[in-house]
């Protein structure tokens, strides 16, 4: 299985920040790379697909790029609604496998 | 607009199954595939499965593929995932999820397992 490690794990960042986020694939996974971001208690929301487009109606602060391992989603000036958990997801091919998680904490 | 709902919490002892079901509207259900992914407390997000609503063929991770089942009804557009053999572990919030080639644009608001003697 493709292992998806996701750095770092929590940050603490203020309203204004810009704020970039990483997940690294144990293989290559083209472009088939997505990220969500999760509010405690709700289902998790699609931010980008295919690791750069970004889903209709998702603010433009929010981007992603990369391509075949190394991927970032950076979040150019973060906003009080954005304190959330964000998550990669890998579906190059099954099974397929989430990061662990990066929580953005108010610092 | 995209609708997934899904069924209510349940409460299993172990060693029971649990059958949840996940039902669309709003868009063509035999197009799309259809995932299940689950969220112990406190943890993170975890894939189980794909279902083709089209011809009913199935994927598992590994992990539990000898204790589920998913299946699907094309007359009322839902979506069934049935795990066997259930313990402690197993307690966690379990999603479906509409995918398709623009990233997994649709949740199901989620339905809360917990599984306890």
């Known amino acids: 299985a493709i292992q998806m490690t996701q750095s770092p794990s929590s940050l603490s960042a203020s309203v204004g920040d810009r704020v970039t986020i990483t997940c690294r694939a144990s293989?290559?996974?083209?472009?088939?790379l997505s990220w969500y971001q999760q509010k405690p208690g709700k289902a998790p929301k699609l931010l980008i697909h295919?690791?750069?487009s970004l889903q209709s109606g998702v603010p433009s602060r929010f981007s992603g790029s990369g391509s075949g391992t190394d991927f970032t989603l950076t979040i150019s000036s973060l906003q009080p609604d954005d304190f959330a958990t964000y998550y990669c997801?890998?579906?190059?091919?099954?099974?397929?496998?989430f990061g662990q998680g990066t929580k953005l904490e108010i610092k | 607009q995209v609708q997934l709902v899904q069924s209510g919490a349940e409460v299993k002892q172990p060693g029971a199954s649990v059958r949840l079901s996940c039902k669309a509207s709003?868009?063509?259900?035999?197009?799309?595939?259809m995932h299940w992914v689950r969220q112990a407390p406190g943890q993170g997000l975890e894939w189980m499965g794909i279902?083709?609503?089209?011809?009913?063929?199935?994927t598992y991770a590994q992990k539990f593929q000898d204790r589920i089942t998913m299946s699907r009804d094309t007359s009322t557009s839902t979506v069934y995932m049935e795990l066997g053999s259930l313990r402690s572990e197993d307690t966690a919030v379990y999603y479906c999820?509409?995918?398709?080639?623009?990233?997994?644009?649709?949740w199901g608001q989620g339905t809360l397992v917990t599984v306890s003697s």
């Open positions: 293989q290559g996974i083209r472009n088939d």
């Open positions: 295919a690791a750069s």
């Open positions: 999820v509409k995918g398709g080639s623009s990233g997994w644009d649709y």
């Open positions: 709003g868009y063509t259900f035999s197009s799309y595939y």
């Open positions: 997801l890998q579906d190059y091919n099954h099974p397929y496998t």
């Open positions: 279902i083709r609503p089209s011809d009913g063929a199935t």
